[in-house]
């Protein structure tokens, strides 16, 4: 049995009409350029998160970068974030000139250890960036609490977490801005790259707007040097479509994660992924621990299923950002999950019958070892 990580093509196949219709009314309009589609799904996706405005752009990290220069944080001033995330929510941080500063994560959720945000906050900090990782919301309350202490801002990095609840609120609505990526494997992606900043600050979403147009509201008027970082309407007339779909999608995602949980939780060698009291976790991955993740990486590959590993290397031992001066054993436990995190295929579009086989599959590889570890002592007594 072969199982692909993710199944666009068969999520594509059932919305197959409405998403070509969507797109030849874009063609037939030729209006590619920040359409009425645009508009409209800004509307909709911020009223599906509870906030008022959202502004659309052209990728996950270009929100988070904007939504930094929107809050004017640039050369000079230190930004928080997890030290378990992907590259991006790093290099938007370096995009504006501001040094990003990595706080370890907890073990429970992999997500930002709020414990120790304090300490790494100085006279320069001006942001904190939680990353809800792999779906699951960071504990906001007490990371706002920090915040508001010490006057910084809390820039949510959801880009993950499309639809995903903490305490009843979505994942992006809790901050003073939510960053969100819609790169085609996302729970709600488009067809090529795209993005979207919300907030509930008018000022700041009239900043980003100009930040993404070229600094213009009115052709060739410039107030200030903006970049070129929109959002297509084509890709938003195809994410129009899916985001009818996407509180669905995310249903089944959970229902399939249970799947999982209750084969695997089985298996002594297996953490299974924790949902935290008060979180609505909706799985963008389905990440599992093991001791001998590298043999288990090897065997389900060479089983057909395919597998992931979010992340291998953490950010501070990336050649890229050598600069930042941080060393091996700065965070512990970023460093543990890098070695010992594995992330199984998990879609809408996988079945039981697949999560059973990549369970059993997974089984066998662990109680093979097992087996193979105890097979010295047997050799003896039969000898
Ligand atoms: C995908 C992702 C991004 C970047 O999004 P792009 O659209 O690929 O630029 C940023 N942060 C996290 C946590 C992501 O998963």
């Known amino acids: 049995m072969k199982i692909p990580f993710v199944n666009l093509r068969k ?15 874009v063609l037939h309009e030729c209006n590619f350029i920040l359409g009425e589609e645009v508009k409209l799904l ?3 996706f911020a009223q599906f998160c509870g906030v008022k405005y959202g502004v659309g752009v052209s990728s996950g990290t270009e929100s988070i970068h904007l939504a930094l220069r929107a809050f004017d944080i640039g050369p000079g001033d230190e930004v928080i974030t997890a030290a378990n995330t992907f590259i991006a929510t790093v290099l938007a941080i370096s995009y504006t000139g501001a040094r990003p500063v990595l706080v370890d994560v907890r073990s429970e959720d992999y997500n930002i250890d709020v414990s120790k945000i304090a300490d790494a906050i100085t006279e320069k900090t001006k942001a904190i960036i939680p990353v809800h990782l792999y779906g699951q919301c960071a504990d906001m309350d007490p990371i706002i609490k920090i915040a508001q202490r010490y006057g910084l801002c809390v820039i949510e990095d959801a880009c993950q977490a499309h639809g995903a609840e903490y305490k009843g609120r979505r994942a992006g609505s809790m901050g003073d801005a939510g960053c969100f990526s819609f790169y085609p494997g996302k729970n709600l992606g488009a067809y090529g790259d795209g993005g979207m900043v919300i907030t509930d600050d008018e000022q700041i979403a009239d900043k980003l707007r100009l930040l993404r147009n070229y600094g213009s509201t009115r052709k060739y008027y410039h107030k200030s040097k903006g970049l070129n970082s929109r959002l297509d309407t084509l890709q938003a007339a195809v994410l129009r479509v899916k ?7 995310n249903i089944v995602r959970r229902k399939n994660a249970e799947i999982y949980n209750a084969q695997l939780t089985k298996l002594d060698d297996v953490i299974i992924p924790e949902e935290m009291l008060h979180n609505k976790h909706v799985y963008h991955l389905y990440v599992i621990r093991v001791k001998n993740r590298d043999e288990l990486f090897d065997n389900l590959k060479q089983k057909g299923i395919s597998v992931g590993i979010h992340y291998p290397v953490p950010i501070h031992l990336q050649e890229a950002y050598k600069d930042l001066g941080y060393r091996k054993g700065d965070f512990p436990v970023t460093e543990v999950l890098a070695k010992e995190i594995i992330s199984l295929p998990m879609c809408p579009e996988i079945n039981k019958e697949q999560i059973n086989y990549i369970s059993k599959t997974i089984a066998k590889s662990l109680s093979v070892k097992h087996i193979l570890e105890r097979t010295p002592s047997k050799v003896i007594q039969l000898t």
């Open 11 to 25: 999520q594509y196949q059932s919305i197959q009409n409405e998403i070509d219709e969507a797109i030849a009314a």
């Open 42 to 44: 800004e509307e909709e």
């Open 243 to 249: 985001l009818k779909y996407l509180q669905g999608w």
